[in-house]
């Protein structure tokens, strides 16, 4: 009866129930994704903070072995040679931002029986946090306690909450900060993922009273021995160059926008091309989405209204989507880029064929926003950084507008 | 009937003693996933009982009446009636398969000849008429003995048709169908205390029903978010007030529950009570949520409390007293460090349901390896009982079990990691005025009686 109680184990446990519920009889059971929709966030939580830990511990280590290298005057050497990521253009620090050098073992694989690519979206759902946690500091949500703990990224020394759940994690002394970007250049220590891991408080995610990270104004110095990354202001306007260098080539992903899923919202009866995990017209809506070309700054939500199919014909329904698209003040795209999604058609829709894995990826990216209330709601893709990697362009989309469960109802 | 319960001192759980009546059901090793019960209920008076089960159907046992000649057969439930009450169906505008699987049953009172019934699956209520026909007209004019016409010029005389008695047959005819008014999986039905209305529940929504009206329904709780993002909670029982036809309750995913009154408005958004006992924040898990999430709330006889379960314990509430319940009452505490486990099975997102004793003193509900559990309020006493088909001999009395959790494991005692957890105790029924328990154990219903003294 023993199981493994940690939180990597239970992630993927949650996801693959998740998965599963698509093809139960009877439709998707709302209660019981919500309480597994739980599991997975303290999970999460959990696994996120003592990563960042990790991290935090082995940040330490190396800059105390560069100031001894630097004291002695030795030629640096590559930390970072032992890279379990391989994808070429990965940065030395980013992949040591992986899943797999996280945890601090190599052996993190074998004892993992997970396949590679959960471990894989993984790493791709803390890249997702992260990116809340630059759009909470730039926006301070008005509930959840990722907001106080999106002030946290610079200065003093780490520090883990006490608090239960609550693991407002500041990045080391001294370390490099949002904005900066993880370029594979320097042989010094990594920098760390900018800012702190959300603190993503139980159970009430609006009780930020829970939630003491102690907020700190951005676009701090960062560190020396990683200036040689290029621009260090303020976190979004740099964060493209993280996250540019963060994510595998875009090959890795397959094709932007490719595959397509369609989900129906069940009481508004709204269809919605989602494609790749995340919305097409939100994709393309952002300015750089590689695909569509340049579009609206915003998410373009509201503009997205022309993508969704009502599911009868004539009947415009309040969808559930404007209230998102109040907030963002989103001008209407042009009509090109929005061509794609007019081949998006009801009639076409298929189950989603795609192996496991993109499934599993889809759904970690929706998790990754949708764990309700926790993350902000604030879309602010104007102020994204411009992914080069559609698969970003949907994380970020979907950070905002989540809606699990409706993408939940057409799995 | 025989056994206390009747009138006077009632006697509580634990002064009686359960015997084993019967057992309906198939003995064979392999359930047929059609065959295991959902849903379990007596009606006003007790000689009734319903079962639905995953198939669709739904079999009423009748109490036979106590027989001088037949002493031995002190009241034992046959088979009345069975019927298909809900097919499988499958949504096309929504891609959507939906179960046939009966999730409740409840009883309308009596006040005909006829019994009538609410059954639900995930989206429909449909009402039944139960019905006995004993007797059949003979002697027709119009028609001969085999219902064909009769040639109207070969009519040369006329008279008038007679009854004559005729096996009993039981007919079960649809009176009422509820249809397309829930989104979300129905969760529960409760009839009130009115007796013309009743309400259902799903995830998000609570409707108002007329008995005879199916085109309308009145959405009288939401808890739908505008942006289902932000979605939190999600309702997971309702029920009537016994005497009061405004109040009603329903409990939450989140482990609160709230009491609300028709009368302060139109929708009952915002509650009248709100019951939540705070969380320990000493215990908290990563399954906190799951195992805090209210699987049954149940009003008392007497209106006075309610009874909400939970996974690990059972609670009794005072409706005067919103901060903490009266009494809480562990279930199966054991099972506390298993929960991962639990989770990895899905064991833990079972949904046991909990009942009253007819005179209140006593609570039951079930738990697993085919265990229930019964507390008597009075004594303050519980115990833990087994329904299987190794205690089946007629009228044998039930032996308290007990659940070892340490390493030192006493005889007869079963140690946690023997449990079983595929045979579990979900739905309990307790006749309303006497003692006799049905107890659905998957596919099987045992029956026990309180043993005369």
Not at chain 1, 15 to 25: G, N, P, Y
Not at chain 2, 48 to 56: F, M, N
Not at chain 2, 121 to 128: F, M, P
């Amino acid at each position: 009866m023993e199981c493994a109680l940690d939180a990597q184990s239970l992630i993927s446990i949650s996801l693959r129930k998740i998965h599963s519920s698509r093809t139960q009889r009877g439709g998707i059971k709302l209660h019981k994704n919500l309480l597994v929709s739980y599991v997975l966030r303290n999970a999460r939580q959990l696994y996120l903070s003592e990563r960042y830990a990790e991290l935090y511990r082995r940040q330490q280590q190396q800059q105390q072995q560069q100031q001894q290298q630097q004291q002695q005057q030795q030629p640096p050497h590559h930390q970072h040679q032992h890279l379990a990521y391989a994808a070429p253009g990965i940065p030395a620090s980013a992949a040591d931002f992986g899943p797999l050098q996280l945890g601090g073992c190599g052996d993190a694989e074998a004892r993992e029986p997970a396949p590679r690519h959960q471990l894989h979206q993984l790493h791709q759902l803390h890249q997702l946090h992260l990116q809340q946690q630059l759009h909470q500091h730039q926006h301070p949500a008005p509930r959840g306690c990722a907001a106080a703990a999106a002030g946290a990224p610079a200065g003093g020394a780490g520090a883990l909450s006490e608090l239960p759940g609550c693991a407002a994690l500041q990045p080391p002394h001294g370390a490099p900060h949002r904005g900066q970007p993880l370029e594979p250049l320097q042989p010094g220590p990594a920098p760390l993922p900018p800012p702190a891991p959300a603190a993503l408080c139980p159970r009430d995610p609006r009780a930020s009273a829970a939630c003491s990270a102690p907020s700190v104004p951005p676009g701090a110095a960062p560190q020396a021995a990683a200036a040689a990354s290029p621009s260090t202001s303020p976190a979004p306007a740099s964060s493209p160059g993280f996250y540019r260098g963060a994510y595998p080539a875009p090959s890795d992903f397959g094709v932007h926008c490719s595959s397509q899923t369609t989900v129906l919202d069940l009481d508004t009866h709204v269809v919605t091309t989602v494609e790749n995990g995340y919305l097409h017209q939100d994709c393309c809506a952002s300015a750089h989405c590689p695909c569509c070309g340049q579009g609206a700054p915003g998410p373009g939500l509201a503009s997205a209204a022309g993508c969704k199919r009502k599911y009868y014909p004539g009947q415009e329904e309040e969808d559930d989507d404007d209230e998102d698209a109040g907030d963002l003040e989103a001008e209407p795209p042009g009509v090109a880029p929005f061509a794609p999604c007019k081949r998006a058609r009801f009639e076409d829709f298929c189950p989603d064929s795609s192996p496991d894995a993109s499934n599993i990826s889809n759904l970690i990216s929706i998790f990754g926003s949708g764990f309700s209330g926790l993350v902000s709601r604030q879309p602010d893709s104007s102020e994204q950084p411009p992914p080069l990697n559609g698969q970003l362009c949907a994380k970020q989309a979907l950070a905002s507008l989540g809606a699990w469960t409706r993408a939940i109802v057409a799995f | 009937m025989a056994g206390a319960g009747g009138g006077g001192c009632p006697a509580g759980a634990n002064d009686l003693q359960w015997c084993f009546s019967q057992v309906k059901g198939a003995i064979d090793e392999d359930v047929a996933e059609a065959d295991i019960i959902s849903t379990v209920e007596f009606n006003y008076s007790g000689d009734l009982l319903a079962t639905g089960d995953k198939g669709g159907r739904v079999v009423i046992f009748q109490r036979e009446q106590e027989n001088k000649s037949r002493p031995h057969s002190r009241g034992e439930y046959n088979v009345y009636s069975t019927f298909q009450s809900h097919e499988p169906e499958f949504d096309y505008l929504k891609s959507l398969e939906i179960e046939e699987k009966i999730n409740k049953i409840r009883w309308l009172p009596q006040q005909n000849a006829a019994q009538f019934l609410l059954s639900t699956n995930d989206k429909t209520i449909k009402l039944w008429k139960i019905s006995e026909r004993d007797k059949r007209a003979e002697g027709y004019n119009l028609k001969d003995e085999d219902g064909r016409l009769r040639d109207p010029f070969r009519i040369t005389a006329l008279r008038v048709p007679i009854l004559k008695p005729m096996d009993l047959m039981v007919e079960a005819s649809p009176r009422r169908i509820f249809a397309n008014a829930h989104t979300y999986h129905i969760n529960s039905i409760s009839v009130n205390s009115d007796h013309e209305t009743y309400l259902s529940a799903d995830d998000l929504r609570i409707n108002l029903w007329h008995l005879e009206i199916t085109d309308r329904s009145f959405n009288i709780v939401d808890m739908k978010p505008a942006n289902m993002e932000e979605l939190t909670e999600v309702i997971t029982a309702a029920e009537f007030h016994p005497h009061q036809c405004n109040v009603f309750v329903h409990s939450s995913s989140k482990g609160t529950t709230r009491l609300c009154d028709m009368r302060s408005s139109a929708l009952c958004d915002t509650h009248s009570k709100f019951f939540e006992e705070p969380e320990d924040p000493s215990s908290r898990s990563f399954f906190s949520e799951i195992i805090s999430s209210i699987s049954d709330v149940k009003f008392s006889h007497s209106g006075r409390y309610m009874m909400t379960r939970d996974y690990l314990s059972v609670k009794v509430w005072d409706l005067n007293m919103e901060s903490r319940p009266v009494e809480t009452h562990q279930v199966h505490e054991y099972l506390r460090s298993k929960l991962c486990s639990l989770y990895e099975n899905d064991c833990i997102f079972d949904k046991f349901e909990c009942c009253w004793s007819g005179s209140d003193s006593a609570i039951m509900t079930g738990s697993y390896n085919n265990f229930f559990r019964m507390f008597d309020r009075n004594t303050r006493r519980d115990v833990t009982l087994e329904a299987s088909r190794e205690n089946s001999k007629p009228r044998a009395s039930l032996k308290p079990r007990k659940v070892c959790t340490g390493a030192k494991r006493k005889r007869d005692e079963i140690s946690v990691d023997s449990l079983d957890f595929s045979k579990k105790i979900l739905h309990t029924a307790w006749h309303p005025a006497g003692n006799v328990i049905a107890v659905a154990a998957t596919n099987n219903l045992y029956i026990f009686q309180d043993k005369v003294n």
